[in-house]
């Protein structure tokens, strides 16, 4: 063991500091990452000061291990390798992790989540093996909690991790009577939203939003310049109803309509690598993902305004009674110029127990 190590499974304050800045470096890959993780890794010397530190390339570059390691060079030898996730041991697009670090001359491991997937997981056997000290399943809370969760949800549940964002005014309205919704937040709560966008994979509305306010559903800056990395916008139209001049289906974006029932299209999406969506609305499209037990996180927008009529949030879920009110975990409430940003999540298994309309 090396100079810095604590014994078995207790870490060190320099370890864990190592493996909370992973998964800092991993939330800062989300959204480049799909369909591998947004993970962090860092290197530590012999001595326990960081020598390098890395997020996973988008699919077809090198894991974070790999980005650590190389930065740490000869640097690593006698170090310990901290990751968000288990170092993979497969041979797919890059080699295995397990190699690389044994080859750096690594004595410990320490990592957050072991890695689920059936193909890529192992890797603290094979590491074991080699004589290298392992310590995984730290800091779990925290994992679940950045963007690594989100992707592990998606591997757990086989379809991508759903966040609901909505802005509404403070009685739940998402547009006015007259069908107007723009703009319900302030300019600083809307720029948030896109770095939100910036951090998932895909944007998913229904058919009604895009009839109702025609959204081209793109990062863009503060200048209104779009993002070198954008989203795929997907649309839930099973009638056929966005017209091929709408702004979701310009160059800016690749576009995705989709005409299956729900859990196909959200089947689809896995398939082809999608691991986090954005759901954006409306109320109706809002409804079917909740009561298919679909969604996993909100991020809920609130003006300090009334309007007393015009949409609510979300269409009849079916719940006859207080008791059976879906309730959520607040994560977080913040304040965005004048308005409020809760972020709460939902049990996985939470949802009411009613079929797809
Ligand atoms: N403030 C906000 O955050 C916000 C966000 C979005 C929208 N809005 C407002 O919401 C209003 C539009 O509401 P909306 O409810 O009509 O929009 P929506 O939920 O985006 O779209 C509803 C449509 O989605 C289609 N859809 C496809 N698959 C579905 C499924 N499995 N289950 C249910 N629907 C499915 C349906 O049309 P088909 O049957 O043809 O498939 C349905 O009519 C507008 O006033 C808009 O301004 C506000």
Redesign the pocket.
Known sequence: MNAHAGSGGELQAVELAALRRCLAIGNAASGSTSPNPPVGAVVLDASGHPVGGGATQPPGGPHAEIVALNQAGAAALGGTLIASLEPCAHQGRTGPCTAAIRAAGITRVVFGSADPNPVAGGGSEVLRTEGIDVVGGQLLDEVHRSALGRWLTAIELGRPHVTW????TLDGR??AAD???RW?TSEPARADVHRLRAELDAIV?????????DPQLTVRDGAGELALRQPIRMV??????VPAGARVRDQSAPTVV??D??PEALRGMYEAGVRTVLL?????????FLRAACVDRVVAYLAPALLGA??T?V?DLGIPSIGQALRLDVEDVITIGPDVRITARLAASSGPTVT??
């Open positions: 964002k909505y802005a509404a998402v547009a069908g107007t919704s319900i509305v229904g058919s009604g939003t895009v009839l109702a306010d839930f139209d099973r009638r056929g109803r989709w005409v029932a729900l954006e609305g409306g109320p109706t499209l809002a409804a079917a015009g949409p949030v269409t797809e309309e």
